[in-house]
Structures are given as structure tokens and as C-alpha cells.
């Protein structure tokens, strides 16, 4: 298939998830009480508005860099479903542990696993200093409760 026919399918896939996005955000997330206010409808609806932008964007232009789609290597298909499956451990942790235990666990996991860094103290520099980063923008200054896990009573 020539890659200017998957950048436009691509496209119109990007551009039904965005409105199906839209719908939802409009239909299920509240919108502001206040003239004056955003609300919570507005971080999603933009990012429903941008995802919609691009997909119309890469069906109108697509790349004309190369021919034909180079099928996937092996490793790249490990990376894709490697990441899918971290992505779902890491949902069911954040439910169970919590933010500030499931955070470094992921990273630790994608670095070790899916990015092939092997040096520990890298690892783990990055996962503790990535996780209390977030932690202490999120919650300490905004203070924007993070997931505490059910599993995990001692945090609260």
C-alpha cells in the first residue's frame, strides 16, 4: 500500500477518534458553572479540537517522503506491544498501589524492558526522580490529589 494512502486513512481514523472524544467530553463531562470559569470540559475538549486538527492535516498532506509502508521489524512490534502491556499494568496499579509506587514501577519497567537501558542506577535515578517530580508539582503545589491506591492503606 503506498504510504500516501495510509497517511490519509490514518488520517480520518484520527479525525473519528477526535469527534468521537468530543462527543464524549461534551456528553459526559460537566461544563462550567461560571461565565468567568474554564471548567473541566475544557483541557479535554481541547485536546479533542487538536487530535481533530491533525487528523485532518495529515489526510490533506500527506508525507511524501517515501513510496511504499516498510513493514514492522520484530523489535519494533515488541516495543509497540510492550508498551500496550505496561500501559495496562500500569492502569490496574495505579487503581490498586497508587500513584507513588505504580510510577516507578512503569518506568523502571519501559526503561529496563522496551528502551534495553541496563544500567540500575539510571533506572532508578530516573524512575524515583520522575515519580516525586510529578508528586510535587501535582500534588504538594497544585494540589491535585493523585491516586493513593486501595490496596495501599498506610498512605492515607
Known amino acids: 500500500m503506498r504510504l500516501d494512502s495510509v497517511d490519509r486513512i490514518l488520517g480520518l481514523i484520527l479525525l473519528l477518534v477526535a469527534l468521537v472524544w468530543l462527543w464524549l467530553a461534551f456528553t459526559f463531562i460537566p ?3 461560571g461565565a468567568g470559569e474554564t471548567g473541566p470540559r475544557a483541557f479535554p475538549v481541547l485536546l479533542g479540537v487538536v487530535l ?4 485532518i492535516a495529515v489526510s490533506l498532506n500527506p508525507s511524501p517522503v517515501a513510496d511504499t509502508v516498510a513493514p514492522f521489524t520484530r ?11 505496561v500501559l495496562v499494568l500500569y492502569a ?18 519501559t526503561m529496563w524492558g522496551l528502551v534495553r537501558v541496563r544500567s540500575a542506577t539510571r533506572i532508578v535515578a530516573l524512575a524515583i526522580g520522575f515519580t516525586v517530580g510529578c508528586w510535587a508539582i501535582f500534588d504538594a503545589l497544585l494540589g491535585t ?8 492503606l498506610w498512605l492515607r
Do not use: H, Y
Not at 523489535?75 to 502491556?85: A, K, L, N, P
Not at 490496574?92 to 519497567?109: D, K, M, N, Q, S
Not at 490529589?145 to 495501599?152: E, Y
Open 52 to 55: 481533530a486538527g491533525l487528523g
Open 75 to 85: 523489535r519494533e512490534g515488541v516495543i509497540v506491544g510492550g508498551t500496550i502491556g
Open 145 to 152: 490529589p493523585l491516586p493513593r491506591g486501595s490496596w495501599v
Open 31 to 33: 461544563g462550567a458553572r
Open 92 to 109: 490496574f496499579l495505579l487503581e490498586r498501589v497508587g500513584f507513588l509506587i505504580a510510577t516507578p514501577v512503569a518506568i523502571a519497567l
